[in-house]
């Protein structure tokens, strides 16, 4: 059984995601507080994480940072900060995903078991070769020392998933960003550069990273 753990300081929505994720057949464990959180994660260790940013003593980003200076357990970020600077700050910090109030319960649902489906195929995704390096999806791990960012990582892991298979901007976008972005294509541009940067031999000539002008990229191995 999924263990979540979620966090918010709200009493009647923690009350709400407990009895609809323990229908669900998920083991849920509950926090009002980024220390309790922090205190429930260490001594329970779910699954997957729920955490709101406005708590009461302790700015959710200040548990994400201590949460992924341990685990790299899920981190699904609820918030009612819809700033677009918020949810890159997030997600750069190591969330998963954010999920911006008000919401539908059938959409935290649903992001929920797209966190966890990708987190159960990385256990038997072998690494993968591009260029001189060697880029292990499990571990978060790339050979010769590279670092890449929580949201590098993110859109890696989507074209690696899919070898040869073109990925649309606006799919990408929203996986990675959500749907209130997905005419943001500026942002892939970006991303996909640092990437090639890290990653290809030639960042200006890629081979891995294929650009597909006007429909979206593809990872050649």
């Keep these: ?84 600077a918020d949810k890159v700050e ?8 954010y999920v911006t109030k008000p919401f539908g319960i059938d959409e935290l649902l649903a992001r929920v078991r797209a966190v966890s489906r990708r987190t159960s195929q990385e256990e038997d995704l072998a690494p993968v070769r591009i260029g001189d390096h060697e880029v292990d999806l499990t571990t978060k791990t790339v050979s010769g020392g590279v670092r890449l960012t929580p949201t590098e990582w993110h859109i890696l892991e ?29 942002y892939l541009r970006q991303y996909l550069a640092q990437l090639r940067r890290k990653l290809e031999r030639d960042p200006a000539h890629p081979v891995h990273l294929i650009t597909e002008p006007g429909m979206g990229y593809r990872f050649k191995p």
């Design 90 to 97: 997030a997600l750069d910090a190591g969330a998963d995903d």
């Design 158 to 186: 989507i074209l690696l998933r899919n070898p040869g298979k073109l990925i649309g901007q606006r799919l990408l976008l929203s996986e990675v960003w959500g749907v209130k972005y997905v005419k943001e294509f500026h």
């Design 1 to 84: 059984m999924t263990r979540i753990l979620v966090v918010d300081d709200e009493p009647q929505l923690l009350s709400t995601l407990r009895i609809n994720l323990a229908a669900r057949q998920y083991d849920v464990a509950v926090a009002a507080d980024g220390a309790g959180a922090l205190h429930m994660a260490a001594e329970w260790h779910p699954d997957l994480v729920i955490l709101d940013l406005g708590l009461p003593d302790l700015d959710g980003m200040d548990v994400i940072h201590g949460l992924r200076g341990w685990t790299s357990t899920p981190i699904i970020v609820l918030s009612g900060r819809a700033g677009n």
